[in-house]
């Protein structure tokens, strides 16, 4: 599988049915990262915030049951990812304030995972109290993968570390360290191994779990039947329409307050899964619309 850059455009999300909307007069802030460092298998991340923005141009306002468009768009400019980590994580940090100091809804699209962690960071800092749902292959929980605490196998230590409470989802690739950093830090589950086989298409969150819920999903999560774009790919994932309605489910139970799109990494000349990344982006906003 080749992954390649095609093109580095940034246009708006929707640019071809809509205009950008100033910051102040919408929902949705998109903000794209394109960081890519620590990926540790198969490359491309850094593409894909922008594939995902261009084909968004070929997306219907219309997502089947509403028009997320009314809540209103804004695509920020893309994060600046080059030097080291911590300053590409506190510049994600500062992007993501932008839009809580505006009461908006931050809608990140990586990127590598470690991407999340500066989301996270902003709302710990706005002192915005949130639970954290998460899908993805991997629990991504050790304290430090090649040495490296910012690595995206350890995005979600540094945020439970924090006390934030877990909720993962789909999970099926994971080592002895992460399953005691589970034991440790208290985190919920729902493996892959448990939801998948079953079709769980809804989860019943813990009573204690914060009432503001920030969803990051890793499209490794879902099987590389539907998305073999992705750097990390494990057999065994979220179909498309469980992976909805498990967002669903949340967004009925809880303040969804940001979501994020990670690990998408484009196949040159292979529309499909872009536009299927752009979709799901847009679905999402849609089930936010409905639920608020």
């Not at 979220?238 to 940001?258: D, H, M, P």
Request: with cysteine.
């Amino acid at each position: 599988m080749t992954q390649i850059h095609v093109s580095n455009d940034y246009p708006h999300f929707l640019s071809s049915e809509i205009e950008q909307r100033d910051p102040g007069d919408a929902f949705f802030h998109i903000i794209p990262v394109p960081y890519e460092e620590s990926v540790s298998y198969g490359g491309g991340t850094k593409w894909g915030p922008a594939a995902i923005l261009q084909a968004s141009e070929q997306l219907e306002v219309w997502d089947g049951k509403s028009k997320p468009i009314d809540l209103g768009l804004y695509t920020a400019d893309p994060v600046n990812c080059e030097g080291e980590a911590e300053q590409v994580i506190e510049r994600i940090a500062e992007a993501t304030r932008s839009a809580l100091k505006q009461k908006k809804m931050p809608v990140v699209l990586g990127g590598e995972h470690t991407v999340t962690w500066g989301v996270i960071k902003a709302f710990i800092e706005e002192g915005i109290d949130i639970g954290v749902v998460q899908i993805d292959a991997h629990a991504d929980l050790r304290h430090a993968y090649e040495d490296n605490l910012y690595s995206h196998a350890s995005v979600m230590k540094r945020i439970v570390e924090k006390g934030v409470p877990l909720y993962q989802l789909g999970i099926r690739a994971y080592c002895e360290e992460e399953i005691q950093a589970r034991k440790e830090f208290g985190v919920y589950y729902l493996d892959g191994e448990d939801i998948v086989p079953n079709n769980i298409q809804e989860l019943t969150l813990p009573d204690n779990f914060p009432d503001n819920v920030f969803f990051t999903l890793d499209v490794d999560g879902m099987d590389p039947s539907v998305f073999p774009s992705t750097g990390t790919p494990v057999p065994g994932g979220l179909g498309w329409y469980q992976t909805l309605s498990l967002f669903e489910s949340v967004a009925k139970q809880r303040n969804i307050v940001g979501f994020d799109i990670m690990e998408f990494s484009p196949i040159n000349n292979f529309h499909a899964y872009d536009f299927a990344a752009a979709l799901l982006t847009y679905k999402m906003m849609g089930i936010v619309q409905r639920n608020l």
